[in-house]
């Protein structure tokens, strides 16, 4: 006899496939725009700011602009599609790079911010690229799906780099002019492949379904995926948006900033490969859990030493830790919502955590600034001491339901 389900699971598996190949390319182009403003944000700062102390304000605009789209992404996905959402961020990518450029050549800070700014409203729509690849998939093959599209990242951490390097200095004296121009003709680019998506518009009984926020977001289960991803990322984003101005400060070459940056952002998107398989294997939590400590770990080698082995390690490490706990958060928020709910409780967990990380982000140049390298790397400790905290007791909780609910099912014959 056919199992009908399983061969409409089959069915929409082959969908969401053809979506992901498409997804994780968007991701690998979209992935340009953040490493251009990672790599050059802080030096770029430096020059045009009126106070050493403001030189990482330009990223943390980003990261506002981060925080400041993800609850627009998620209410224009849930109106008119998450595919008109993914061309109006492309379009707010463009523009990014083309204000990049002008506030450059014309030495102007504050456009310089406002350029960002876009750039996170750019990314803010790229975070649902993740979630779109689950639509649709099977419980078993969303992980992979989620975990496939952030192998994109990679070719990220080759091309938004070497982007910078190859182009840095096309327009002398104006160092990254010409960069952001390149990064806008690469936001075209993936406008046209995310043309293609298969995402249509949510039917209209589907916008007045499901649970309200508030009883979602209550689930224990949905407070720990936020408060990890919340640690996860604002404390890889203090360690990132501080290292190149750190190693500029510490005597080293742009050319080194590039290379720790290129190679971080390759360990950020790198074990999505097979992120997905050890969540499938050994539950989101315990992978969450292994991201928290390897992100320890690159503060620990961040403190140990300022040479460039130091940083380029402190980065490598970071990036891998910030994929497993993030990816491993991703995939925890599946399991707290309806099809009919994602839009609204993805982009509020996107909120929660760039939102927490644009705070976070204001601070990082007045750390740097006023008490160094290494006060940035001892602020990593106390967070992920958190996360850890949070995900144990709600693994114990749910250990002690199981357990529970097997003894009601299986009474004690001798009473």
Same mark, same amino acid.
């Given at each position: 006899m056919i199992d009908v389900t399983a061969v409409e699971e089959i069915a929409s598996d082959g969908r969401t496939r053809a979506n992901v190949l498409r997804l994780a390319a968007a991701q690998a182009l979209t992935g340009a725009n953040s490493a251009v403003i990672f790599a050059t944000g802080s030096i770029i700062g430096a020059t045009l700011a009126p106070d050493i102390s403001l030189a990482t304000v330009p990223?943390?605009?980003?990261?506002?602009?981060?925080?400041?789209?993800?609850?627009?992404?998620?209410?224009?996905?849930r109106a008119y599609g998450r595919r008109t959402a993914f061309i109006i961020g492309t379009g707010c990518g463009t523009l990014t790079g083309l204000l990049g450029a002008f506030a450059i050549l014309h030495g102007s800070f504050v456009l310089f911010c406002c350029a960002t700014f876009l750039g996170g409203l750019y990314g803010a729509v790229s975070q649902s690229y993740r979630f779109a690849a689950a639509d649709g998939a099977s419980a078993q093959f969303r992980p992979k799906a989620v975990s496939w599209v952030m192998a994109g990242g990679v070719f990220a951490g080759v091309l938004g780099p070497?982007?910078?390097?190859?182009?840095?200095?096309?327009?002398?004296?104006?160092?990254?002019?010409?960069?952001?121009?390149?990064?806008?003709?690469?936001?075209?680019?993936?406008?046209?492949? /995310?043309? +293609?998506?298969? *995402?249509?518009?949510?039917? #209209?009984?589907?916008?007045? %379904? @499901?649970?309200?926020?508030?009883?979602?977001?209550?689930?224990?289960?949905?407070?720990?995926?936020?408060?990890?991803?919340?640690v996860s990322y604002p404390m890889m984003n203090l360690v990132m948006t501080s290292a190149p101005l750190a190693m500029k400060i510490?005597?080293?070459?742009?050319?080194?900033?590039?290379?720790?940056?290129?190679?971080?952002?390759?360990?950020?998107?790198?074990?999505?490969?097979?992120?997905g398989s050890l969540i499938a294997r050994f539950g989101a939590p315990k992978i969450v859990a292994a991201g928290l400590l390897l992100e320890a770990t690159a503060a620990?080698?961040? /403190?140990? +030493?300022?040479? *460039?082995?130091?940083?380029? #390690?402190?980065?490598?490490? %970071? @990036?891998?830790?910030?994929?497993f706990s993030f990816v491993g958060a991703s995939a925890l928020v599946l399991e707290t919502h309806r099809p009919q709910e994602r839009n609204k409780v993805q982009a509020f967990n996107d909120f929660l955590v760039f939102g927490m990380m644009a705070i976070g982000s204001f601070s990082s140049g007045q750390l740097l600034a006023n008490y160094g390298w290494s006060a940035v790397n001892m602020v990593v400790y106390p967070p992920v001491l958190l996360g850890l905290m949070v995900l144990t007791l709600v693994s114990f909780a749910k250990r002690r339901r199981a357990s529970l609910q097997a003894v009601s099912e299986f009474p004690d014959p001798s009473i």
């Open positions: 990223i943390s605009m980003y990261v506002v602009g981060l925080a400041a789209g993800t609850l627009p992404t998620g209410a224009i996905s070497q982007l910078v390097q190859w182009t840095m200095d096309i327009w002398p004296p104006y160092l990254f002019a010409f960069s952001f121009v390149m990064q806008a003709v690469v936001a075209l680019i993936a406008m046209a492949v /995310l043309a +293609g998506v298969d *995402a249509p518009k949510p039917a #209209a009984a589907d916008l007045h %379904l @499901g649970r309200p926020l508030f009883e979602i977001v209550r689930q224990p289960r949905f407070i720990a995926a936020a408060i990890c991803g919340i510490c005597g080293l070459s742009v050319s080194d900033s590039n290379f720790g940056i290129q190679w971080h952002i390759v360990a950020m998107y790198g074990p999505s490969f097979f992120t620990t080698i961040g /403190l140990s +030493g300022i040479t *460039a082995l130091h940083f380029w #390690a402190t980065l490598i490490v %970071l @990036g891998v830790g910030w994929n």
